[in-house]
T-cell receptor, first 112, second 111 residues
């Protein structure tokens, strides 16, 4: 069966510090991978998605970036965090377009 | 106009009643539609998927899709206090790889 791992569960970072969140999927090949962010009391905002290695689509240009160095690995990064980057970050995967999307457990990021 | 719109609620129903959650979308060529449930502090979990017009039933849940009117709904029969959560509607616009979520509707089921 397929599983998705996302870590850490919580993270507190100072403004201006770098960020690296990692997500890996097991049990499937060439998944579509996604990063979403949910601000407090808000809906899910799509940040990036990838349909293959090295293929990244950015939905909300900002000081975040994403990379997919391996088939089942998706990384969200920032060189300098802003206060507005605080939120609940969710990695998700599916086998292809139109298919069901499954989420990781999420990372609660607080930028202070 | 937002791509996917939901009434934020809260929607309050008594235990045992039918809860009706609605969602409208803007892209006429959207192909896939999903309902997720999210408890506070947790990640969303998939409840239903629907791809063609009409009703789709799974236990106490029924998803309804009307592509001509561009709306999708979720009915929860015999609502339980454990159904209290935020329900998210998700739509895939066109033949793209992205999945867009609505803001979510908070459901409160009162004992």
């Amino acid at each position: 069966s397929q599983t998705i791992h996302q870590w850490p569960a919580t993270l507190v970072q100072p403004v201006g510090s770098p960020l690296s969140l990692e997500c890996t999927v097991e049990g499937t090949s060439n998944p579509n991978l996604y990063w979403y962010r949910q601000a407090a009391g808000r809906g899910l905002q799509l940040l990036f998605y990838s349909v293959g290695i090295g293929q990244i689509s950015s939905e909300v240009p900002q000081n975040l970036s994403a990379s997919r160095p391996q088939d089942r690995q998706f990384i969200l990064s920032s060189k300098k965090l802003l206060l507005s980057d605080s939120g609940f970050y969710l990695c998700a995967w599916r086998v292809g377009p139109n298919e069901k999307l499954f989420f990781g457990s999420g990372t609660q990021l607080s930028v202070l | 106009q937002k791509e996917v719109e939901q009434n934020s609620g809260p929607l309050s129903v008594p235990e045992g009643a039918i809860a009706s959650l609605n969602c409208t979308y803007s892209d006429r060529v959207s192909q896939s539609f999903f309902w997720y449930r999210q408890y506070s502090g947790k990640s969303p979990e998939l409840i239903m998927s629907i791809y063609s017009n009409g009703d789709k039933e799974d236990g106490r849940f029924t998803a309804q899709l009307n592509k001509a009117s561009q709306y999708v709904s979720l009915l929860i029969r015999d609502s339980q206090p454990s159904d209290s959560a935020t329900y998210l509607c998700a739509v895939q616009p066109g033949n793209t790889g992205k999945l867009i979520f609505g803001q979510g509707t908070t459901l409160q089921v009162k004992p």
